[in-house]
């Protein structure tokens, strides 16, 4: 089935979806609080064949699609859920009705493709001969809620899985992905340095927090491009705060940031590494504490056959020129690597278009255009229809 149509296939079924994605990106919502998001998309879902488990985190929804027939393999199908604390800043007929918060990452768009591969599926469920398990994972942003997934036994059973994102920067409709490694783990940190507050014009009363802070953002700038060079690592110091006048010495500076790495025991080095840099700069008469929040500690890393197979099916299904197999590794992290651990498979990025503006910005919203390629590449990776799907 080559250059596949939905509209020949499932006839209204790309309207409609499209209809549920800006519907989802009206009403975006933060962790672990998706409660309408999760009702919109039962609205979707109870009516279809499926059996929907009690939710593991409160917000989730995670459904079987059982064959008819004999059955020995799960695949798994993830699409991620929640929005951001970013306003958005476009007037669409579509924006945000909740104040701060919009789509900023694509997860409406996720939810929309894998509603339409739900749909597809159900309308072939005569002819699977595996279980497909789809999975609403609520809290991809800052909670990191794949890892609690995992936890909770929702992957149980699963042989194999698979999770795509809108990626800005690539071709529309083109699908990258690569064996091993495909993104990082990733650690935010912060570093409080703790002097003695005093009026500016009196410097030897106190112990200004603030030039050790600055000297510590300085070296952690210096051992980003050591550990660079050493293992592809980053640190990224993104926040100095401290003092609140220009005639007040603060008694207090912090410094907060991200790490990315490759493994988890570059990911303990780096944070001794900031540790030793930290107690260097502060001297005498400063102390530092510091806080690691360690909670995405996990790469995502693909199986070599899952890569190939998606990159097979992409060809297969969109030509060849819609088939890329990525030269290296990517430095965003996403708890997906908490499914791949458990099940193998492969987390894969579907092209928004090279010129599409950035995630995590307020300008952001999903290309609409996409929607199709990816329910069918999600169905296809279902497996287990002997025919093109229809």
Same mark, same amino acid.
């Given at each position: 089935?080559?250059?596949?149509?939905?509209?020949?296939?499932?006839?209204?079924?790309?309207?409609?979806?499209?209809?549920?994605?800006?519907?989802?990106?009206?009403? +975006?919502?933060?962790?672990?609080?998706?409660?309408?998001?999760?009702?919109?998309?039962?609205?979707?879902?109870?009516?279809?064949?499926?059996?929907?488990?009690?939710?593991?985190?409160?917000?989730?929804?995670?459904?079987?699609?059982?064959?008819?027939?004999?059955?020995?393999?799960?695949?798994?199908?993830? @699409?991620?859920?929640?929005?951001?604390?970013?306003?958005?800043?476009?007037?669409? +007929?579509?924006?945000?009705?909740?104040?701060?918060?919009?789509?900023?990452?694509?997860?409406?768009?996720?939810?929309?493709?894998?509603?339409? $591969?739900?749909?597809?599926?159900?309308?072939?469920?005569?002819?699977?001969?595996?279980?497909?398990?789809?999975?609403?994972?609520?809290?991809?942003?800052?909670?990191?809620?794949?890892?609690?997934? $995992?936890?909770?036994?929702?992957?149980?059973?699963?042989?194999?899985?698979?999770?795509?994102?809108?990626?800005?920067?690539?071709?529309?409709?083109?699908?990258?992905?690569?064996?091993?490694?495909?993104?990082?783990?990733?650690?935010?940190?912060?570093?409080?340095?703790?002097?003695?507050?005093?009026?500016?014009?009196? +410097?030897?009363?106190?112990?200004?927090?603030?030039?050790?802070?600055?000297?510590?953002?300085?070296?952690?700038?210096?051992?980003?491009?050591?550990?660079?060079?050493? @293992?592809?690592?980053?640190?990224? +110091?993104?926040?100095?705060?401290?003092?609140?006048?220009?005639?007040?010495?603060?008694?207090?500076?912090?410094?907060?940031?991200?790490?990315?790495?490759?493994?988890?025991?570059?990911?303990? @080095?780096?944070?001794?590494?900031?540790?030793?840099? @930290?107690?260097?700069?502060?001297?005498?008469?400063?102390?530092?504490?510091?806080?690691?929040?360690?909670?995405?500690?996990?790469?995502?890393?693909?199986?070599?056959?899952?890569?190939?197979?998606?990159?097979?099916?992409?060809?297969?299904?969109?030509?060849?020129?819609?088939?890329?197999?990525?030269?290296?590794?990517?430095?965003?992290?996403?708890?997906?690597?908490?499914?791949?651990?458990?099940?193998?498979?492969?987390?894969?990025?579907?092209?928004?278009?090279?010129?599409?503006?950035?995630?995590?910005?307020?300008?952001?919203?999903?290309?609409?255009?996409?929607?199709?390629?990816?329910?069918?590449?999600?169905? $296809?990776?279902?497996?287990?229809?002997?025919?093109?799907?229809?």
């Amino acid at each position: 089935m080559n250059d596949a149509d939905l509209n020949g296939i499932f006839p209204g079924l790309m309207e409609d979806l499209i209809k549920l994605r800006r519907d989802l990106h009206r009403i +975006p919502e933060t962790a672990m609080e998706e409660v309408q998001t999760r009702e919109r998309l039962l609205l979707e879902l109870t009516p279809l064949p499926l059996d929907i488990h009690p939710p593991y985190l409160g917000t989730d929804i995670v459904a079987d699609l059982t064959p008819p027939g004999p059955w020995v393999e799960t695949v798994l199908l993830r @699409a991620d859920m929640d929005g951001l604390l970013i306003a958005e800043e476009e007037d669409r +007929p579509w924006k945000s009705t909740h104040e701060g918060k919009m789509h900023a990452c694509g997860h409406d768009g996720h939810m929309a493709v894998l509603t339409g $591969a739900v749909r597809l599926l159900c309308r072939n469920r005569e002819r699977l001969t595996k279980r497909v398990r789809f999975v609403f994972q609520p809290g991809e942003e800052m909670r990191c809620a794949g890892k609690l997934l $995992a936890r909770s036994g929702a992957y149980e059973g699963c042989t194999e899985a698979y999770a795509l994102h809108g990626w800005p920067g690539i071709g529309e409709g083109v699908i990258r992905t690569k064996g091993g490694v495909f993104l990082a783990a990733t650690d935010t940190f912060t570093f409080t340095f703790t002097g003695k507050g005093t009026h500016g014009a009196t +410097p030897w009363n106190g112990e200004n927090p603030l030039p050790p802070a600055s000297r510590f953002v300085l070296e952690a700038e210096a051992l980003h491009e050591r550990v660079s060079e050493r @293992a592809g690592s980053v640190i990224s +110091p993104c926040i100095i705060r401290g003092g609140t006048s220009a005639n007040i010495i603060p008694g207090r500076c912090t410094v907060e940031g991200t790490t990315r790495y490759l493994d988890r025991e570059e990911g303990l @080095a780096l944070v001794e590494e900031l540790r030793a840099a @930290a107690r260097r700069c502060a001297g005498e008469g400063i102390s530092v504490e510091d806080y690691f929040d360690r909670v995405y500690d996990l790469p995502v890393i693909n199986g070599d056959a899952h890569a190939d197979r998606v990159l097979a099916l992409a060809a297969g299904l969109f030509g060849p020129e819609s088939s890329r197999r990525a030269e290296k590794h990517d430095m965003m992290a996403e708890d997906f690597a908490f499914c791949l651990e458990r099940v193998r498979g492969c987390f894969f990025q579907l092209g928004l278009g090279e010129e599409w503006p950035s995630l995590h910005t307020s300008r952001f919203d999903f290309n609409d255009r996409v929607i199709e390629r990816g329910v069918i590449l999600f169905a $296809a990776l279902a497996g287990g229809l002997d025919e093109p799907i229809r």
